[in-house]
Structures are given as C-alpha cells and as structure tokens.
C-alpha cells in the first residue's frame, strides 16, 4: 500500500512544489496516511484545506483503501 501511495503523491508532488512546498509520506497505519508537508506548505494557513481536499480526496479516489490523511 505504501508503494500505491507514493506513486499517488507523485502525481501531487508538482502542484505542491509549484507554489514552494512539497509532501512527505511518514506512515500507514490501518489505512490513515500520516504525512509531512514541508517548505512553503509547513506554515501556511491554507494548509489543511491542501491536506483535507487536495492531498487526502486525490488518495482516496485513487486508493480506496485510504480512510483519512493526517499531517504529523
């Protein structure tokens, strides 16, 4: 699973960096996705909503066995 996400976030990878930030995965656990999100997106105010309806609604139609994205 953790391959399938990281090809997800790949796919993600370019948008984020377009705007000075990027993703990390850290971990699955039970089909919660725990990842950090670094440069410009770390302190941004908008940065939940990056995680809540970019990074987490994109793995979750890719990968249905995804329940939720947290940022850790």
């Excluded at 105010?45 to 329940?67: A, F, H, W």
């Amino acid at each position: 699973m953790k391959e399938k996400i990281e090809d997800a976030l790949a796919k993600i990878r370019p948008m984020l960096q377009a705007d000075g930030g990027d993703v990390e995965l850290v971990d699955v656990v039970d089909g919660v996705v725990k990842v950090r999100l670094k440069g410009a997106c770390a302190g941004c105010p908008m940065s939940q909503m990056t995680l809540k309806n970019g990074i987490e609604r994109s793995l979750r139609e890719q990968i249905p066995d995804v329940k939720r994205v947290e940022s850790v």
